[in-house]
């Protein structure tokens, strides 16, 4: 845990400062030792049960973030040592630090306290449902280990820029640059838009021969294809929140979340012991969709940004369907199932590309 707050508050001061390759330089590194680090552990560890296995994986995670926390300290004080201050701080820079963090660490605890509720309902209502334990737990790690890793993948496109926004909205809001804040957030949203519909559109048209390219079965191609759609809601609210904390709306996301997962929590007692599966896949849609509303809502009242429906999100959906259309009857004959799912997703998406490419230039033009 202190590896991990120090690393936090490092990659902070590096977003900050406009320095976020540093940042990826040690996320990569972090990442490689824990691969590394957990192949060695489980060579060793792998036909003495399951509690060793487990172990095993703490262990790497633990030794990754011990590396991670030291890179982070090193690149810190290279970096400092070229910096000469500028300006003297103010004595209230204490006040004004915990102004901001106290009411955030407060709704954070209540966040995990309600997450952790959260996840020791779910299978206990499934169960209740009448799933057995092991098929209740089955099916609940087959949708939060399996199925939403892969939805959330192509996330790390979203994040390469979306923890840039933060020190970015903050600059333009100090500066009361509202003009300027509204054209970025009319260029990202249409970036995030056209991609998100894009990922979305592969999961659901390819979601048989992703399940088998990543997990040689295709028992998490049904619940794939089912929330393939959340993506456009998840992606894009994790580009909303980082603007609403750029413009000093942290609290505000915060409270929106503790909601939403009061709502989930509500929904997951009543329902799914009803429902079954269905209600907990039904929580999931109504807590993503909640969470970009509220979250959307709260950002154009704030920057009184206009959304373009037509810009953001009917263009791209039809530039999806007419991908579909050029696409479907292009089927590569490859035998290994990895390479004709990455063949056939790369052509679908060299064609959606080259379409929306197009139909951005004849805009311009106009």
Known sequence: LPCISISAVISGYFSSVGKSY?????????????????IILLKYTINQGINAICSSLIIGDVISEFFACALNLILYKYDIKKKKQKRSYTTNIGKRIIKISLP???????????????????????QISGLSYTLAVSKYGLITGMVMPVLMFCSFFI??????????YVRLQTGKNYNRIKTISHKIFY??????ILISG????????????????????????????????????????????????????????????????????????????NGYILSIFISEIFNYTASFTLLKHKTK????????????????????????????????????????????????????????KKQAII
């Open 22 to 38: 540093k940042n990826a330089i040690s996320k990569i590194l972090e990442l490689l030792i824990k691969i590394i680090s957990t």
């Open 104 to 126: 955030v660490a407060i709704t954070s605890y209540i966040r995990s306290a309600l997450s952790s509720l959260k996840q020791f309902l779910i299978p206990l209502q499934l």
């Open 159 to 168: 994040n390469s820029y979306s923890s840039l926004l933060i020190p970015e």
């Open 191 to 196: 970036i995030t838009y056209t991609f998100s």
């Open 202 to 277: 592969i999961f659901l048209i390819y979601p048989n021969e992703i399940s088998l390219a990543v997990y040689k079965n295709i028992e998490a191609a049904q619940y794939i294809k089912i929330l393939s759609p959340l993506i456009i809601f998840m992606y894009i609210d994790h580009i909303i929140d980082s603007m609403l904390k750029g413009i000093n709306s942290q609290f505000g996301v915060m409270c929106i979340n503790i909601l939403d997962l009061i709502i989930t929590i509500t929904i997951i007692y009543f329902l799914v012991p009803k429902l079954g599966l």
């Open 305 to 360: 940004f206009k959304f373009d429906t037509k810009q953001f999100c009917i263009k791209p959906l039809i530039t999806l369907v007419l991908t579909y259309i050029i696409t479907r009857p292009i089927q590569i004959p490859i035998q290994n199932s990895i390479i004709y799912t990455i063949l056939n997703i790369s052509v679908f998406t060299l064609t959606y590309i080259t379409i929306t490419s197009f139909t951005t």
